[in-house]
């Protein structure tokens, strides 16, 4: 990343970022901010069954695309529910 050039030493803990440049590299990464602020990195589940599979094979984790479109029809069924 050479935009975050002292990625390493935050990482070390020889450095400690802004609150702007946590900012950017969330916006750059995708990632909440309060998830770069854990100790541990969060696990994320498909909070549906995974049919895009073979042979019922389980996936690492799911993309950050997956879960929000997920996300966005979860949103989209509560709508019409109501």
């Not at 990632?31 to 042979?55: C, W």
Request: aromatic content about 8%; some cysteine; charged content about 20%.
């Amino acid at each position: 990343m050479g935009q975050f050039h002292a990625l390493p030493q935050w990482l070390n803990g020889e450095d400690d970022p802004t609150m702007t440049q946590l900012e950017h590299l969330a916006q750059k990464t995708h990632t909440a901010i309060g998830d770069l602020l854990l100790a541990e990195v969060p696990v994320e589940t498909v909070p549906i069954p995974d049919y895009r599979t073979v042979a019922d094979a389980h996936l690492s984790s799911p993309s950050v695309n997956l879960l929000d479109s997920i996300y966005i029809c979860e949103r989209r069924q509560d709508w019409y529910r109501r």
